[in-house]
């Protein structure tokens, strides 16, 4: 999902490939020397025990295993095996006290490292539990799975926000209605999307190499879709190759072909994804990263990466949509300046989106009470709210991930790089980030 406005539409990241498995890179096999109980090796048998537990868990959850692209054998085992839910808690229990009792490792990656595997471990189990019919309340659920919880807002928060966008789109009639119809001038025509999009993707990419060095044969796909709940994904397919789907059920807007080409490819998750495999994978052998289990905290790092990174690869979004993006989708530029004011001002209400989330899943908001609150908090169009609720249905709380996960990554860079960082600086430590086995609680 995208910054600005970013709330509404609904990116999610990579996906499962154990169809590709065979073309994926296999870790630069273990290190030649290789004792089975001493530090860190012995992390290596638990980060393959690991991974072949979340693929046990896939056996249950078809949307769990969001991108694999380990040895198809083990892909075929956990198949074959199909282990019950009882038996991969128990065995997810024994490994999580495998790697407590490997020693903290002094090297500050390694131990971060360890820290990957038991967090996940942790949220692997509560996944278990889900699946085995335990209900969690949102807040837990969050907490359990992605390492973080966002706080509680009220009407109130919302309410002061709308006033902003009343003022900019005066008239008569609800306010959602106006904004749609004013939005409705910035909707890129259908044979215009290929172009934009591509010139979006080509744009990013080329700003993102200028501080990200990536394989040189890395590369991605780019195809349209039709009825998903979300509004992009990114399947990422290993050796650097991603297939990028675009859903184009309702309208595109403009903004949204920034938001996708930074969100889903540069420097999102493809890149995320491929700075994962090659530092972690092929540099160190670290088999945990060639699997990536979509409910868990990877997830709040990928996507809150994924939306501030439009930010760092855009911070011109206005200057860069009016010369570029609105003439090729033969939109006034003249209008760009109030198009980007209305979007930043919408984006600020994306927490309403984590809001309704919240009060449909705990039971206090029915499911259609939940879609009106969408539409009087979000701002957004009754077809996109139903879009949104059909995205709540199916990820529940993984909502958090966008907007708490970009506020959070954005702390991060911006605390680490200083406050008069230079955008080479932020570059660095972004890149950083996303090649490390960093956790959300890491962020703080
Ligand atoms: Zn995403």
Redesign the pocket.
């Known amino acids: 999902?995208p910054p600005r406005f970013r709330l509404l539409s609904v990116?999610?990241?990579t996906s499962s490939v154990l169809a590709c498995a065979t073309r994926g890179a296999t870790p630069t096999s273990e290190p030649s020397t290789n004792p089975p109980m001493t530090t860190p090796s012995s992390l290596d048998s638990s980060a393959e025990q690991y991974v072949k537990l979340v693929l046990a868990v896939g056996q249950h959850d078809g949307n769990y295993v969001d991108a694999y692209y380990g040895p198809e054998a083990w892909a075929k085992e956990a198949e074959a095996a199909k282990l019950p839910l009882p038996e991969i808690a128990a065995r997810a229990a024994a490994l999580v006290k495998a790697v407590e009792d490997v020693p903290v490792p002094d090297d500050a990656l390694v131990a971060m490292r360890r820290r990957f595997l038991l967090t996940q471990l942790s949220a692997l189990a509560a996944r278990v539990r889900m699946l085995s019919g335990e209900r969690l309340k949102f807040d837990e659920e969050s907490q359990a799975l992605y390492d973080a919880r966002d706080s509680q807002h009220t009407e109130a928060e919302f309410e002061a926000l709308r006033a902003g966008l009343d003022e900019l789109v005066p008239g008569q009639g609800p306010l959602t209605e106006r904004l749609e119809r004013f939005r409705q001038g910035f909707v890129i025509p259908k044979d215009k999307l290929d172009p934009v999009f591509r010139a979006a993707i080509e744009e990013a990419r080329r700003r993102t190499l200028k501080y990200v060095t990536l394989p040189a044969h890395e590369t991605f796909t780019l195809e349209y879709v039709t009825g998903k709940p979300w509004g992009?994904y990114?399947w990422f397919k290993g050796n650097a190759t991603s297939l990028i789907q675009v859903n184009t059920d309702l309208p595109i807007f403009i903004l949204r072909a920034i938001d996708l080409a930074a969100?889903?490819g540069y420097p999102?998750?493809h890149v995320y994804n491929a700075l994962l495999e090659q530092h972690l994978v092929r540099e160190r052998g670290w088999v945990e990263f060639q699997v990536y289990p979509l409910f868990s905290p990877m997830s709040l790092i990928?996507?809150g990466s994924?939306n501030y990174g439009i930010d760092v690869a855009f911070p011109d979004a206005e200057a860069y949509l009016r010369d570029v993006l609105f003439p090729l989708a033969g939109l006034d530029p003249k209008r760009a300046a109030d198009y980007v004011r209305m979007e930043s001002l919408s984006e600020k209400l994306s927490y309403a989106g984590n809001e309704a989330a919240r009060r449909y899943l705990d039971g206090t908001m029915s499911r259609e009470a939940a879609r009106d609150w969408l539409v009087r908090y979000a701002l957004i169009s009754p077809e996109r709210a139903a879009q949104r609720m059909a995205f709540i249905d199916t990820y529940r709380s993984y909502v958090i991930n966008?907007n708490l996960g970009r506020d959070l990554v954005k702390q991060y860079v911006e605390r680490q790089a200083g406050p008069e960082a230079t955008p080479a600086r932020r570059w660095e430590v972004f890149r950083e980030l996303l090649s490390s086995p960093r956790l959300p609680s890491d962020l703080r």
Do not use: I, R
């Open positions: 999902m990116l999610v990241l992009g990114n969100h889903e999102g998750h990928a996507e994924a966008y």
